[in-house]
């Protein structure tokens, strides 16, 4: 269980209830995501799901496997910070158009990728991976599209 910083919001997502994150966020987002059967976590910056900008601090393990999808309304913004993956775009009928590779060690630092709105994607973890993910709010859970 986790302590008092955080509030339960569903399943492997947590939500920061303090101004300062706590000690060891890294491993206490790890321990989740190796509980969790999406093989992943999340702690929500952000205030609500009314927020104007959504951020959040995101542990997918090694073969984590997401949906493709698009976002309708807004684009996203994701900083890797310790990550080894590549991000996938693909076309309305899902041919793989693009891959991009995303590797902090290599690059001997953080990457940030943009993700437009309306463009489907996916992303592949090639080691257990850490990242913000920073989107215009509020949450809308209708506002993302699956194949």
């Known amino acids: 269980m986790l302590e008092d910083p955080f509030s339960k919001i569903i399943n492997d997502v947590y939500r920061l209830n303090n101004d300062l994150s706590p000690k060891n966020l890294d491993k206490k987002l790890e321990e989740i995501a190796r509980r969790s059967p999406?093989?992943?976590?999340?702690?929500?910056?952000?205030?609500?799901?009314?927020?104007?900008?959504?951020?959040?601090?995101?542990?997918?393990?090694?073969?984590?496997?997401?949906k493709?999808?698009?976002?309708?309304?807004y684009p996203e913004?994701?900083?890797?910070?310790n990550a080894k993956a590549q991000v996938i775009y693909f076309d309305q009928k899902s041919v793989e158009k693009k891959r991009i590779t995303?590797?902090?060690k290599e690059n001997e630092g953080f990457v940030m990728h943009f993700?437009?709105?309306?463009?489907?994607?996916?992303?592949?973890?090639?080691?257990?991976?850490f990242f913000l993910?920073?989107?215009?709010?509020?949450?809308?859970?209708?506002?993302?599209?699956y194949f």
């Open 68 to 73: 493709i999808h698009k976002h309708k309304h």
């Open 133 to 145: 993910e920073i989107k215009q709010g509020p949450f809308d859970k209708n506002s993302t599209t």
């Open 115 to 129: 993700i437009p709105k309306n463009v489907f994607h996916t992303l592949k973890f090639e080691e257990d991976s």
């Open 77 to 81: 913004w994701i900083f890797f910070l």
């Open 38 to 66: 999406r093989k992943q976590s999340r702690i929500c910056f952000h205030k609500d799901d009314l927020s104007k900008i959504q951020i959040m601090y995101i542990c997918h393990l090694k073969n984590c496997e997401v």
């Open 102 to 104: 995303i590797d902090t």
